[in-house]
């Protein structure tokens, strides 16, 4: 798979269920379960390296109301991480919209699902659980370079 199909299966996305994230996503899973299982596994990798990409300091100061702010104050890991999803999940331009400026981080939304789409198509092209790991981790946190002193 390559970023342009990776981006291509994103652009599935499909916005008119906007609420209704299993019916937003089926697209997506679809399309993705009828290739290799290969290609659903690079989906998943390419998915974990734009959000981790996205894992920085400068980007989780400006999510909104959950924005961090210092390492005592708390901060929701697991929004920023969902913030970051929507970023991706509203396509390329904007994804390199945000990667450049922070500042453009989308405030106060998030999108969670986009997390489920390999394990889905996986699921459903297999039958059998997706227990595969990108070599790179979308958690919180995890890009130690983007959490050094900004």
């Not at 989906?43 to 989780?60: M, P, V």
Request: charged share 25%; proline share 5%; aromatic share 12%.
């Amino acid at each position: 798979m390559t970023e342009a199909n990776f981006w291509g299966l994103i652009a599935q996305l499909d916005w008119a269920h906007t609420g209704e994230d299993d019916a937003v996503l089926a697209p997506v899973i679809q399309s993705l379960s009828t290739g290799p299982v290969a290609d659903i596994e690079a989906f998943e990798t390419i998915l974990a390296e734009k959000l981790f990409a996205l894992d920085t300091e400068r980007h989780a100061r400006h999510i909104g109301e959950y924005a961090y702010t210092d390492p005592d104050e708390p901060f929701d890991v697991d929004w920023f991480l969902y913030a970051r999803c929507c970023v991706v999940a509203n396509g390329r331009k904007f994804y390199e919209a945000v990667l450049a400026n922070p500042e453009n981080m989308p405030k106060n939304i998030e999108f969670e699902a986009l997390l489920r789409v390999a394990r889905r198509a996986h699921e459903l092209k297999t039958g059998a659980e997706f227990d595969f790991v990108p070599p790179l981790s979308y958690e919180t946190f995890s890009n130690k370079a983007g959490w050094a002193a900004a």
